[in-house]
């Protein structure tokens, strides 16, 4: 039995490389496929979310701001780039005059644009990281400023219309480190790359939490005191969880913007931060790739829903945050556990319907 439940990670997340790399791009038209990669991009942010909910404890409402950070890091540079060199972008020659402030200038270099990518989501959860936890916030208290942050994110971003676009965003990229991204073709090698980043990211998940630091994460969740009594710092544990997290969110989010062309502070405020946690919560924070799974399913679910039910996808999304909550609290993963345990009590048929003994009529 114990081999059969460590060979069960293996199986699935092999059937979920098969699904993601073979069936769909064999199945689905190029529009349902380009909708594809972009739930992929919300399941990179997702797994990272996994690793800091599910396994930590932690419950991050505000990682719209490193999905943020990473999407206009990835526009800036698409945009310069395909302004060409000396030129500016088109909606800075609208809004600002044709005057591009200087710190723009590095973003035309791709391979700074991927070092940021990577580095200030993570230098940005560090040292919030390290303000929180080393003063021992957790809790509601966090959730409630992570999801402050992502929310004065946002803000920051619409009130800087001549460097972010404002309300509108950053859109009309046409090529991606050199590929158009009017070929179809180009278009397909966008959804590889974000499908092969989300079986990257969760092997690495995977990784982490069958090492030594994924057995302290899950101490530090159940038992906080008793793991520093052990002579860990619970903060530096967390610590590393949160930062591994940001940067999967910050990846997500650079690859967003070419797979959907825009980019706003409607994609990354409080209320984009929860619809990750409900994809997380859908799948099953706890497992390995409920969060991806999950976080795909409710992209499909709020395209198909808003859809057929244009102003009503929202309330749509609450109830299933509400009904996730209340009937399943450990997601989708739970369902075989809950089929098991309805097997193992239900009566056999001998015994429902077998003949009377005869001392039970005297």
Excluded at 24 to 36: G, T
Excluded at 120 to 130: K, N
Excluded at 278 to 289: D, F, M, N, S, W
Excluded at 329 to 335: D, F, M, S, T, V
Aim: contains cysteine; positive net charge.
């Amino acid at each position: 039995m114990t081999r059969v439940r460590r060979s069960l990670p293996v199986v699935g997340y092999a059937a979920l490389a098969a699904a993601l790399l073979l069936l769909a791009p064999a199945m689905l038209s190029d529009f349902r496929l380009s909708l594809l990669a972009k739930y992929c991009c919300f399941a990179m942010a997702a797994v990272g979310i996994g690793l800091a909910w599910g396994r930590g404890g932690m419950l991050v409402l505000g990682q719209g701001l490193y999905f943020g950070l990473g999407a206009y890091t990835m526009a800036m540079h698409l945009l310069l780039s395909d302004a060409g060199p000396g030129n500016v972008p088109d909606f800075m020659v609208l809004y600002a005059a044709g005057q591009m402030p200087s710190w723009w200038e590095p973003f035309r270099s791709p391979v700074v644009t991927v070092l940021v990518i990577v580095l200030v989501p993570a230098l940005v959860a560090s040292v919030l990281g390290l303000a929180v936890f080393k003063r021992r916030v957790k809790g509601a208290y966090f959730a409630i400023l992570s999801q402050a942050l992502a929310a004065a994110f946002a803000v920051l971003l619409i009130g800087q219309v001549k460097t972010t676009g404002g309300f509108n965003g950053l859109n009309g990229f046409q090529s991606f480190f050199g590929y158009s991204l009017y070929d179809p073709a180009n278009q397909r090698m966008l959804y590889f790359i974000a499908a092969g980043l989300v079986l990257a990211m969760i092997a690495v998940a995977g990784w982490l939490y069958r090492s030594r630091y994924g057995e302290l994460l899950v101490a530090v969740r159940d038992s906080e005191e008793r793991v520093r009594f052990l002579g860990y710092d619970p903060a530096n544990i967390k610590l590393v969880a949160y930062v591994v997290a940001a940067v999967m969110a910050g990846i997500g989010g650079a690859m967003f913007v070419p797979v959907v062309g825009i980019i706003s502070p409607a994609n990354v405020d409080e209320f984009a931060s929860i619809a990750l946690l409900i994809g997380v919560a859908l799948g099953g924070r706890a497992t390995l790739l409920g969060p991806a799974v999950g976080a795909i399913l409710v992209g499909y679910a709020e395209t198909s829903l808003s859809e057929s039910f244009p102003g009503f996808w929202s309330y749509f999304q609450g109830a299933l945050f509400v009904l996730v909550i209340l009937l399943l609290p450990g997601g989708l993963a739970q369902l075989p556990g809950i089929l098991r345990r309805r097997r193992s009590v239900e009566p056999s048929p001998a015994v429902v319907s077998g003949p009377v003994p005869e001392a039970a009529h005297a």
